[in-house]
């Protein structure tokens, strides 16, 4: 495997239900992102961590749980969700140092679809 | 506040016809970095190109050129000979530079552009 993997490619869940989206990287990298993409909307960062730490949590409703358990893998934590939390996230990695360019590698997305 | 605006939401062309995204970004910063990304139908945004505000020459690689021009706060994106491959939806992102190395990208809404056979 290499870049960055991102699954499920596809789900479609209740609001009641609690789903997870994984993101797994492969580059040894040391921040992971999460970002959502609605259409006609730039993409929206919801979630950084850097070396493991939450650095950056960008507004986002409690209903959206990250959890990074080494720097490695990043999950997104579902549950009470709403019809238009229905979008494309995008997982992403990078390695950050300081005045860097950090260029992001992006995963092929998670699209889901809440009824 | 950072902004990036595409004001192109979608462009069709014939293939072979050369075509130009544009990006108009606003930033208080005197150093930031500009950045294109490609999101081909398969959904993962693939990195083009990054160049730096201090560096304004442009750039050619193969069919794709950009032109940086700061007095304008402008990074367009030329694709000649257009391809069905180019097909895709592209980005514009900004970013400020700073010694913590892990600043927010702001990116625009993306341009969609279908080359048609």
């Known amino acids: 495997e290499t870049g960055v993997t991102q699954t499920p490619r596809h789900l479609v869940m209740g609001m009641t239900n609690k789903k997870s989206l994984k993101c797994e990287q492969h580059?040894?990298?040391?921040?992971m992102y999460w970002y959502k993409q609605s259409a006609k909307k730039p993409l929206e960062l919801m979630f950084v961590y850097n070396f493991k730490e939450q650095t950056e949590n960008n507004s986002v409703p409690s209903r959206f749980s990250p959890e990074c358990p080494n720097s490695s893998h990043l999950f997104l934590h579902l549950h009470t969700l709403q019809p238009e939390d229905s979008a494309l996230y995008l997982c992403?990695?990078?390695?950050?140092?300081?005045?860097?360019?950090?260029?992001?590698?992006f995963g092929a997305g998670s699209r889901l679809t809440v009824l | 506040a950072q902004k990036v605006t595409q004001a192109q939401t979608e462009i069709s062309v014939v293939e072979k016809e050369d075509v130009t995204l544009d990006c108009v970004y606003e930033t208080r910063d005197t150093t930031y970095y500009l950045f294109w990304y490609k999101q081909p139908p398969s959904g993962e945004l693939v990195f083009l190109i990054r160049r730096n505000s201090f560096d304004e020459q442009n750039e050619i690689s193969g069919r794709y050129s950009w032109n940086f021009q700061k007095s304008t706060s402008s990074f367009n994106f030329t694709i000649t000979a257009s391809q069905v491959v180019d097909s895709a939806v592209y980005f514009c992102?900004?970013?400020?530079?700073?010694?913590?190395?892990?600043?927010?990208?702001?990116f625009g809404t993306g341009t969609r552009l279908t080359i048609i056979p």
């Open positions: 992403a990695s990078s390695q950050v140092t300081p005045a860097g360019a950090n260029v992001l590698t």
């Open positions: 992102a900004l970013r400020r530079i700073s010694n913590f190395g892990n600043e927010k990208l702001t």
């Open positions: 580059l040894g990298h040391n921040a």
